[in-house]
Nanobody, 120 residues
């Protein structure tokens, strides 16, 4: 199976930056898409950014121009560079990937999440 471990969350002031990391490990044949989602209290989970195994990226409109998703394919790690952070970016950020394993084949995997708080 696949384990995802996130790191890099924390408390910062508006306008500052954070970099989240998501490292994948386990018994998998390959990783397809990696993504970051977030969920603030009282809201539904929102897809923030995705990156495919060919490097194509996609972002939710609210973070375009501020967040950058990247991936180190050799380390099976995805990153989310978050700049110009706003209080409304406060949420639990979770890493997601789709990956191929011998069983069950292509599956969806989630990390535990990391808290990001933007406050002055």
């Amino acid at each position: 199976q696949v384990q995802l471990v996130e790191s890099g969350g924390g408390l910062v002031q508006p306008g500052e930056s954070l970099r989240l990391s998501c490292a994948a490990s386990g018994s998998f044949i390959g990783i397809n898409t990696m993504a970051w989602y977030r969920q603030a209290p009282g809201t539904e989970r929102e897809q923030v950014a995705t990156i495919t195994n060919t490097g194509n990226t996609n972002y939710v409109d609210s973070v375009k121009g501020r967040f950058t998703i990247s991936r180190d394919y050799a380390k099976n790690t995805a990153y989310l560079q978050m700049n110009s952070l706003k209080p409304e970016d406060t949420a639990i950020y979770s890493c997601y990937c789709s990956a191929w394993t011998l069983r069950p084949g292509l599956g969806d995997y989630w990390g535990q999440g990391t808290q990001v708080t933007i406050s002055s």
